[in-house]
């Protein structure tokens, strides 16, 4: 799994032979719709798993992945993280301590030495910690990456099980839906 990348392959041409002349108009219709239908069902597995695993909200996890739909030209469709950013502490149920700031990652309370939690002048709340004695410059500690997280090989066998089961249940319906639209 290069880069986080899900990716599944199957062989339509099996169901091409089967419809004939019908085939030109209905397969890639069907096909791009099915793609599209496994990723989001992969996406949503993604989202649901990495949520657990990390202890985060499935939104944050949702902002963190993209999919990528396929169209007539290009019949992929992938599901990955959008970047390597990691998780912002606020999102992770920041605590302020006398030691600094705990959060919790994992299920466990992890503690940032000598961070604060500061609102911001437009009302948000961020957690920082100054680099030295001096009041500034501050730096952002971050969390967990959702990248990390989502390259584990459990949860990309997960996702690729899922994929091929709704892969094998949502192409034959699509298959049946364009071809009722082709004839009607």
Do not use: C
Request: net charge positive.
């Amino acid at each position: 799994m290069p880069g986080g990348l899900l990716d599944v392959k199957l062989d339509v041409r099996e169901v091409e032979r089967m419809l004939g002349a019908a085939a030109h108009q209905v397969m890639p219709r069907a096909t791009t719709s099915a793609l599209n239908k496994v990723a989001r069902s992969a996406q949503s597995l993604a989202v649901k798993v990495i949520a657990k695993d990390i202890g985060i909200t499935q939104k944050t996890v949702r902002e963190h992945l993209v999919i990528h739909k396929a169209n007539f030209r290009n019949l992929f469709s992938s599901v990955e993280p959008r970047s390597g950013k990691r998780v912002p502490l606020t999102r992770l149920k920041p605590r302020q301590t006398r030691k600094g700031v705990t959060y919790r990652s994992r299920g466990k309370r992890k503690l940032v030495p000598g961070a604060f939690i500061a609102t911001m002048p437009s009302g948000g709340r961020i957690v920082v910690k100054r680099r030295g004695r001096a009041r500034l410059p501050i730096d952002e500690p971050k969390g967990v990456s959702i990248n990390h997280v989502f390259i584990k090989e459990r949860i990309h066998r997960a996702l690729l099980q899922v994929a091929k089961e709704r892969w094998n249940k949502v192409f034959p319906q699509e298959v049946r839906h364009f071809l009722r639209k082709y004839k009607g």
